[in-house]
């Protein structure tokens, strides 16, 4: 029954399960399918406890939760809560990474009634086909899985006349029994699969307004990277309205990771003295690489051991081979550029899943454009732009402009 894949995993959820009545005698509860099977031993000790907590402070609004963890599987209990609150917390689940797959699911007692019970109710008004897929933790329950199977899936025919198929099912009711208890569950939500954030580190991402950094945060979130963002824009030469932009993209970001923050640098200044240092056609790498050396700064600051970019190999021209290599010569961090193998309508496929796309496509002025030369440079020589470095003396400038930053702390689900 595992869900692990990649295409289902990187699903983002749109629909929340169907309402259902509450169950006699039973506990409605949240039960989660947990990504990365192949960890084991402390990797999967780290996993689990950096997810409980990440759960925890997900949810921290909505309801105070007990987890608990049995065998591959997190149950998240809430004590009196009803099956709408329940289901929030579901969807919320959706959004955490290292979470496969989210289900409202029934906590019975541990006997043939209480099963068939929550059986029938979460089955109450479908359609179409099911299966029944039972598994017993504790081999004293008095029917073995099969039979399990079979009664349950009899006692609904005769209440629906829904038909049983056990190939591709349209509902799957799955049955787990446990030492003290037993579960009952249907479908569910996929979630993000991927890592717990914070499991692998902390890096900076460098934000643009644009379509492929939203993704790149996004993957590397996925990897279990906590990353805060750092943004340029052209003010004090153009209005603030990238700075929204970057704004709502952390906002819509953060229902992944939570407590993030923004970090805005005015660059127009820095991109005037580029300009008058006659780097020409090599401007925009030039600037490219103050923006890297920036990051650096404020990395090392934060604890970060990484920065990150939306770079595509070839997707502009600022991103050939050449460039890209003399890039990664202005900093010693590394430089991580998930989406260097992607093309653009695979990323504005993601980036459509993650809810960052609209927002993307929103107008703004870009600072890039002020620098813009009439032919840019596709084979940048590093030794050129070293001399460009020194003649802006880049390291004191990256260390002004981190110290000018603006800290912003976008909230998922704030208001505009
Ligand atoms: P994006 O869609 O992410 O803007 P792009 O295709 O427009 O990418 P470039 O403009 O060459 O490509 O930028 C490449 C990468 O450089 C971006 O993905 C981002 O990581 C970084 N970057 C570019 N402009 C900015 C900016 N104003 N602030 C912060 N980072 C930037
Ligand atoms: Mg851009």
């Known amino acids: ?154 006692r609904i025919v005769d209440a629906y006349g829904l038909q049983v198929r056990l190939a591709a099912p349209d509902h799957t009711v799955s049955i787990e029994v446990d030492r003290d208890e037993a579960f009952v569950f249907t479908d569910g939500v996929a979630g993000q699969g991927g890592l717990p954030v914070g499991m692998s580190g902390r890096a900076l991402v460098l934000m643009s307004g644009g379509i492929d950094s939203p993704v790149a945060a996004y993957r590397m979130m996925r990897r279990g990277l906590r990353v805060d963002y750092l943004h340029f824009s052209g003010m004090p030469f153009t209005g603030p309205e990238s700075i929204y932009k970057a704004y709502a993209l952390v906002r819509e970001l953060d229902k992944f990771q939570g407590d993030s923050r923004l970090y805005v640098v005015p660059f127009g200044k820095a991109q005037q003295q580029i300009k008058s240092s006659g780097a020409d056609r090599l401007a925009i790498i030039a600037q490219r690489r103050l923006m890297l050396r920036t990051g650096e700064v404020l990395a090392r600051r934060l604890g970060g051991a990484a920065l990150i970019t939306g770079d595509s190999l070839g997707q502009v021209s600022s991103q050939t081979l050449a460039n890209i290599t003399a890039l990664d010569d202005a900093v010693q961090l590394p430089i991580l550029r998930p989406l260097i193998g992607l093309d653009k309508i695979e990323i504005m496929d993601q980036a459509r899943r993650v809810r960052t796309l609209s927002i993307s496509e929103l107008p703004d002025e870009d600072c890039c454009t002020l620098l813009a030369p009439r032919r840019a440079e596709t084979r940048a020589k590093i030794d050129d732009l070293r001399q460009i470095d020194r003649r802006l003396d880049a390291d004191e400038l990256a260390e002004q402009l981190a110290e000018g930053v603006q800290l912003h702390r976008p909230r998922y689900g704030e208001s505009t």
């Open 1 to 154: 029954m595992s869900t692990l894949g990649v295409t289902r995993a990187e699903t983002i959820p749109q629909a929340s399960p169907p309402p259902a009545a509450e169950c006699v005698g039973g506990e409605p509860c949240v039960l989660l399918k947990l990504g990365e099977l192949v960890l084991k031993g402390k990797n999967r000790e780290l996993f689990e406890r950096r997810l409980q907590n990440n759960l925890r402070a997900a949810v921290r609004d909505i309801a105070r939760v007990e987890i608990a963890r049995r065998y591959g599987v997190m149950v998240l209990r809430s004590e009196g809560a009803d099956v709408a609150t329940i289901d929030r917390l579901v969807r919320r689940a959706t959004d955490v990474m290292g979470i496969v797959r989210a289900h409202r699911a029934w906590r019975v007692n541990k006997d043939v009634d209480g099963v068939v019970q929550a059986a029938l109710d979460l089955m109450a008004g479908r359609s179409g086909s099911f299966a029944v897929r039972a598994r017993r933790r504790d081999k004293r329950f008095p029917l073995t899985s099969t039979e399990l199977d079979r009664l349950v899936g009899q």
